[in-house]
């Protein structure tokens, strides 16, 4: 991991920050100045920004059941039901992977890990995110073949990758893309709307029968199966640490709120 983002990953600034900082001689790397943009500091290095100790974070991954009527924002003048409401207040920092917007509901990752986030969000990673969706009227026979044709929204070409019909006002869609609010107004074009939409899945990881507004930790096994490109080994070693009693960690948690 090269120095920038070893800071940007301890949460010191942005990587863009880290190199003004490498820049301006502000980072030493056991008690030395370090201007060498490609240096990769190893677990037994030292490294500090104005003279105090870079400590690097735990990597927190975290799986909630996101209710209806809940807002993917720290804070919002219009609500009071933030999804943060829902978590202990040691996640606050944590980033939101993919948002639901209020009325959705399901699965939604949160974590401090940039990379992984990336990796679940990026076009280029093309990672499946499943939705089980209510609509306000019967299908008609074309509809799936419509969703997996697609339409044009915000100038791109927005696409069903798969549908599956469970009954005649519930379907079953699959996305690679990350348009806004893409499955409410892919069906909007077609005269239909959805009355609950719920993401039961992206990628490897599933909602399965987490309890709606409860959370739990993703587990090692979990987290191994993203691209490892994408994630450094180190992170790997520490999350192999802190998931080790992930499941009694998140039964505390769960107790104390």
């Known amino acids: 991991m090269r120095l920038n983002r070893f800071l940007a990953a301890a ?4 990587r863009r920050g880290a190199d003004e900082l490498i820049a301006g ?10 201007r060498d943009f490609h240096f990769q500091p190893a677990p037994t290095d030292y490294v500090k ?36 409401d829902l978590l202990p207040p040691k996640f606050s920092s944590l980033a939101y992977v993919g948002r639901l917007d209020a ?11 940039g990379d992984f986030a990336q990796c679940l969000t990026h076009p ?24 997996l044709h697609g339409v044009v929204l ?16 519930r379907l079953r869609m ?3 893309q990350g348009i806004n609010r893409q499955v409410r107004r ?26 709606r507004g409860k959370w739990r930790h993703l587990s090692a096994q979990e987290v191994r199966v993203i691209p490892s490109k994408t994630i450094s080994p180190a992170r790997r070693r520490s999350l192999r640490v802190e998931q080790r009693d992930s499941s009694t960690s998140a039964r505390n948690d769960d107790e104390s709120r």
């Open 124 to 147: 280029r990673f093309k990672i499946e995110k499943e939705y089980e969706v209510v609509l306000d009227r019967a299908t008609t026979s074309d509809l799936a073949q419509k969703l």
């Open 49 to 84: 920004v104005d003279g105090k100790l870079v400590h690097q974070r735990t990597p927190v991954y975290i799986l909630l059941n996101k209710p209806a009527g809940f807002v993917c924002t720290r804070r919002d003048p219009n609500t009071t039901d933030t999804i943060y």
């Open 186 to 211: 892919m069906l909007e074009c077609f005269g239909f709307h959805a009355k609950k939409l719920t993401r039961v899945r992206m990628g490897n990881l599933r909602l399965q029968d987490l309890p």
């Open 25 to 34: 001689g502000r980072v030493t790397v056991n008690g030395k100045p370090c």
């Open 174 to 176: 699959v996305l690679e």
């Open 11 to 14: 949460g010191i600034s942005s």
């Open 103 to 113: 009325q959705s509901e399901g699965l939604l990752l949160l974590t401090n890990d």
């Open 154 to 169: 915000d100038g791109k070409h927005a696409r069903a990758k798969r549908v599956q019909q469970i009954s005649p006002t």
